[in-house]
């Protein structure tokens, strides 16, 4: 059983089409629990079903907490006068989830240090509380292509380094069709910044379609089983100017 917490360096950077397309490649035992849900009304389809959409009907989701505007969860849950999620609830959640699941996904919203509750507790205390609870885990974080990169991955690798949380590695979670010179060097130098491995990138429009094809583009985007090295270069290759890439 593993436990991935799926953290971005921001907000809209691609955790929910890496966590599909983690999902997609876990087999058939998986789930994704999206803990704070928020900008979607009641009866929504939110991140958890956007994962469904993708990588398919056999995983398994779950959500906590969901809040109607499109704010930090504790911010959201202050104007709503909802209740907040604390990192117990979410820990004994994830165990639930741990126990009946070969792979369990939880993506956070935004990047690390969005606040869920009154003492500004949110993912790193959602994955240590689990840790207290006997299940490992460990963290993937998604990083943006372009230039600003190394300084925001360096910023969030750190944080989750201070607070003693291991790092699976890092995905760039949309790699622009026409790649400037900065991302294509972010190739080479996110591993660098990161002092994590570079464990794939997701295409641009890998989120068109689900099923079999976005498979496709999971297989061929991330490494596999998400351990070992991803040949960046091969893939840089394959998204050159002018070359016709295969996911
Ligand atoms: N590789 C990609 N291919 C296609 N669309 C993408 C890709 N990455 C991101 N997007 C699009 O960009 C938007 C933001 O992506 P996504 O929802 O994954 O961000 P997020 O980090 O999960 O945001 P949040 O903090 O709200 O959870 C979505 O509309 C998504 O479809
Ligand atoms: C609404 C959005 N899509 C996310 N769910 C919430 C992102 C909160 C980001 C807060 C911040 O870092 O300023
Ligand atoms: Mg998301």
Not at 191 to 203: H, I, N, T
Request: proline content about 7%; glycine content about 12%; overall charge negative.
């Amino acid at each position: 059983m593993s436990v991935l917490f799926i953290t971005g360096t921001g907000t809209e950077v691609g955790k929910t089409v890496v966590t599909a397309a983690v999902a997609a490649l876990a087999g058939p035992s998986v789930a994704v629990l999206k803990p704070g849900q928020t900008g979607v009304a009641v009866g929504e389809p939110g991140d958890a079903a956007e994962v469904v959409r993708l990588a398919g009907p056999h995983v398994a989701t779950a959500e906590l907490a969901r809040y109607p505007e499109p704010l930090a969860p504790d911010t959201a849950a202050r104007r709503s006068g909802l209740p907040t999620l604390g990192p117990d609830a979410v820990a004994k959640a994830v165990a639930g989830l741990a126990a009946e699941h070969a792979t369990v996904l939880v993506e956070g919203a935004g990047g690390l240090l969005v606040r869920y509750d009154e003492q500004g507790r949110g993912l790193a205390e959602m994955a240590a509380a689990t840790l207290a609870l006997g299940v490992d885990v460990e963290f993937l974080v998604v990083v943006a292509a372009g230039l600003g990169t190394l300084n925001s991955t360096a910023l969030t690798l750190e944080a989750l380094r201070a607070r003693g949380l291991r790092t699976r590695g890092v995905v760039i979670g949309s790699w622009p069709e026409d790649a400037d010179l900065a991302a294509r060097c972010n190739l080479a130098d996110l591993p660098a910044a990161a002092e994590v491995p570079l464990l794939g990138a997701l295409p641009a429009g890998s989120a068109a379609e689900g099923g079999a094809p976005f498979h496709a583009v999971a297989r061929a985007s991330l490494a596999p089983a998400l351990g070992g090295a991803w040949d960046a270069a091969a893939f840089a290759a394959r998204h050159a100017p002018g070359a016709h890439p295969v996911g």
